[in-house]
């Protein structure tokens, strides 16, 4: 197996975090995301600590080409793809029927639709040599409706079942399909979902802990990676047990900003 990754979302927070982890074990990188300045600040930073080489694709994922775009940048380079990190995606905060319709729709482009793209893109090239990795950031949202943040819960639990899917149907392939699945992470997806003033946030894990626990996980070829065991109990052995508007009013209280 080769040993380049493709991460999105790679210029901060975990997508930044699992690139840095994939340098340190030699392993070049096609850095996509947004914010060019900050790609090319980490594509320095990881060239120069580790040695490799790192290639910087500037791309909006909300965009519904972005994805053929990104692909169509690799082959033109020679790059081929052995790990894919689908890891961009964002939230936001709010009634369903009072939040701006443009919002989410572009939540559902980036969190599902440009996730699924790349994935048939690349998949497709993994499946013909019979190796390669993939890894899809979901979220514990993505096991349970998430009233306030609803689109965002839904997005994530297309993710979550998404990924279980396709590795079952890989399951007599060298290709793997890893989901991870953490609570709170300490990133900007806070501010950029409107999400401050929530408590669930002062415990929240960092970045770099929730990237190595889904880089592991996504190298043993695991099928679903909750970062901590107390939540993973919670979404195994509690939550199917409960009534589900026990479920839904637990989780709008979670989600209320004090």
């Not at 690349?122 to 899809?136: A, C, D, E, F």
């Not at 899917?165 to 806070?190: K, Y």
Request: proline share 2%; net charge neutral; glycine share 8%.
């Amino acid at each position: 197996m080769g040993n380049t990754a493709l991460v999105t979302g790679a210029s901060s927070g975990i997508g930044a975090e699992i690139a840095r982890l994939h340098a340190a074990k030699g392993g070049y990188l096609v850095l996509v995301a947004r914010r060019e300045s900050a790609l090319n600040e980490l594509k320095s930073e990881l060239e120069n600590a580790y040695g490799i080489k790192a290639t910087v694709i500037v791309a909006d994922l909300e965009q519904p080409n972005s994805a053929e775009n990104i692909f169509s940048a690799t082959e033109a380079a020679g790059i081929q793809i052995d790990i894919l990190i689908n890891n961009a995606g964002f939230g936001g905060y709010g009634k369903f029927h009072e939040r701006d319709l443009a919002k989410d729709q572009a939540m559902m482009q980036v969190n599902m639709v440009s996730l699924v793209n790349l994935t048939h893109l690349y998949l497709q090239g993994m499946v013909s040599r019979n190796s390669g990795k993939i890894l899809h950031v979901a979220s514990t949202a993505g096991f349970l409706p998430g009233p306030l943040q609803a689109v965002y819960f839904a997005t994530k639990a297309f993710v979550v079942s998404f990924s279980q899917a396709i590795s079952q149907e890989l399951s007599d392939t060298n290709v793997t399909s890893t989901v991870l699945c953490p609570g709170a992470v300490a990133t900007g997806f806070v501010a950029a979902g409107n999400l401050e003033g929530n408590s669930m946030w002062d415990n929240a894990a960092s970045a770099k802990s929730v990237a190595e626990c889904g880089y592991n996980a996504m190298m043993k070829g695991d099928l679903v990676k909750i970062n901590e065991r107390s939540l993973s109990f919670m979404v195994n052995w509690v939550m199917p047990f409960l009534p589900r508007k026990t479920v839904l009013k637990m989780s709008q209280k979670t989600m209320e900003k004090s």
